[in-house]
């Protein structure tokens, strides 16, 4: 009769057994894939299961990105060169012609593909699904790609300006509550607030009571524990399987999140679609003239649950980017107080004391545009963007197999001393008079056919809401903050860029700098 301990050595025995085979398929798995990519510079692996993972936890450490390392690795290893996270292999190209072949041939040899699946779902819950983002099927992509284009347009966003203005009055509104000099307003907080705002009211028709705390939802927590899941799902693979309580609770905690956000969308839909139905005039917002142009489609419209892909979609593209993007500006703008006497001189010319700002203003905020610019140069919210070659490619004289992940730093090519005079510098001025570089590397919003749809929206939205910022308050930074910057999804600063305000009817026009 066989014992117990003898069935528990042998299943002992078989553990290992599987455990030793399944660690050599690993060894030889990664050898293999080290050897495949061996003529392609770059950084030496700190580790043969880790890869350059070391490498950058190093640079985190001392405060810095995964992007400086890449920028880093670019000076010293040349315009291509490879980088290893695990079996994963990110060739990165930093020539600025190498990459419009890239992006803009996308449809052709590079293509989205598996590396977008990690934002498509979190944790197995669908999350941007297959959004104008995620979409892998270029053609199915570009059907709806042509469906939406007219809605981003300038001609159709300068019928929603009122709506910019809107919400930018309430952002005024709620810091001027806060604006007394001496409390510290963690100012990328106020900012999401009226990206969310403005994106709900122009794109969907739709008020999430922002700046009303009697009647705020739970929307922003759950949009927040979703963006966090999605950095913990990329930066930590081990707690999508973790099998401990906490782990599988906070799971949990984000599907149930993510669920509530896309019923949110949905009912948004289905009540314009079903007014739509009734023979209605619905509202003037993106969500209805899509509905309205998807009736007259020859390619047809989109299913309910493709719809609440681009709800997501356009909430984490819009809100997150635009939000950043102008705490970033204000951080830069405190730190050059001549940068923000010049800033402060045109709005007050252009806008004055008006209450509006019309749609024609908006082109003659100039200077406002150049320190936009600079801002998205040196702090791109994206960083970069990646896609799979479908083919065996050769490119700059190095062999590129098929099925790679071909990388792009949009960080790394802003700060190239290449592409830039003194690249390190913020200098609006480059974007004046033509001085904006000859080489093109200026692509936060990417380029080529999958670049940004909301670029136009974005540009929109930010300079009203600087505008009316400048317009009304005067800002300093709170000592003793991290001035630096942090990639939780999207490039946003450190510390949340924390600023005393005043009121402008109580300060001096005079250049503001940091205290």
């Known amino acids: 009769m066989v014992s117990a301990g003898m069935v528990a050595l042998a299943t002992v025995s078989s553990l290992l057994s599987l455990s030793l085979v399944a660690f050599i398929v690993a060894v030889v798995f990664f050898h293999y894939r080290h050897w495949k990519y061996s003529h392609i510079p770059g950084p030496k692996r700190r580790s043969f299961f880790l890869g350059n993972i070391p490498d950058i936890r190093d640079y985190v450490a001392r405060g810095r990105l995964m992007e400086d390392a890449v920028k880093d690795w ?29 992006l803009v041939l996308e449809n052709l040899k590079y293509r989205k593909g598996w590396n977008y699946d990690g934002i498509a779902s979190i944790f197995g819950a669908r999350f941007l699904g297959r959004g104008l983002v995620t979409e892998t099927n270029h053609e199915l992509w570009l059907k709806r790609r042509e469906i939406f284009n007219p809605a981003f347009s300038r001609n159709y966003l300068k019928t929603c300006i009122s709506q910019f203005n809107s919400s930018s009055d309430l952002l005024v509104g709620y810091l001027k509550s806060k604006a007394d000099g001496k409390t510290g307003v963690r100012l990328i907080e106020a900012l999401n607030k009226a990206t969310i705002d403005i994106i709900a009211k122009v794109a969907f028709g739709s008020d999430f009571h ?5 009647k705020i939802t ?23 399987c973790n099998p401990s309580r906490s782990a599988r609770d906070y799971r949990a905690t984000v599907r149930q999140a993510i669920q509530k956000l896309r019923e949110t969308g949905r009912m948004i839909i289905q009540k314009q679609m079903k007014a739509l139905g009734r023979g209605e005039e619905l ?8 509905l309205q142009a998807c009736q007259h489609s020859a390619t047809g419209g989109l299913d309910m649950e493709e719809m609440v892909d681009e709800f997501t979609t356009f909430f984490l593209a819009g809100n997150e980017t635009t939000a950043n993007l102008l705490s970033s500006t204000m951080l830069q703008l405190c730190q050059h107080p001549e940068v923000m006497y010049r800033l402060k ?13 019309p749609y024609e203003d908006l082109s003659k905020l100039e200077y406002t545009v150049a320190v936009l610019k600079e801002t998205l140069r040196l702090c791109p919210p994206a960083t970069g963007t ?13 062999k590129i197999p098929a099925g790679s992940l071909v990388a792009v730093s949009f960080y790394s090519i802003s700060r190239n001393e290449q592409n830039w005079t003194n690249a390190l510098e913020f200098s609006p001025d480059r974007f004046l008079a033509g001085n904006e570089s000859s080489s093109g590397a200026l692509m936060p919003f990417s380029i080529g056919p999958r670049n940004c749809i909301g670029q136009q929206f974005a540009m929109i939205e930010a300079r009203i809401l600087l505008a009316k910022l400048l317009q009304n308050f005067s800002f300093s930074l709170v000592p003793g903050q991290n001035l630096g910057y942090v990639v939780d999804t999207t490039l946003k600063p450190k510390d949340g860029c924390q600023v005393f305000i005043t009121p402008v009817d109580e300060s001096v026009h005079q250049p503001t700098g940091s205290q």
Not at 83 to 97: E, K, P
Request: proline share 2%.
């Open 345 to 357: 001189t045109e709005v007050d010319a252009v806008v004055s004391d008006k209450e509006y700002i």
């Open 218 to 240: 739970s929307f922003n927590k759950e949009f927040d524990l979703a963006l966090n899941a999605l950095t913990q799902q990329f930066e930590n693979p081990w707690t999508w």
């Open 386 to 398: 990646s896609r799979i070659s479908t083919e065996d490619v050769v490119i700059d004289g190095v």
């Open 283 to 290: 509202s003037n917002n993106i969500l209805s003239f899509i």
């Open 210 to 214: 922002q700046f009303d705390a009697e």
């Open 74 to 102: 670019a000076d010293e290893f040349g315009p291509v060169c490879v980088v290893w996270l695990l079996h994963v292999s990110m060739v990165y190209f930093h020539d600025v012609r190498v990459i419009k072949e890239i």
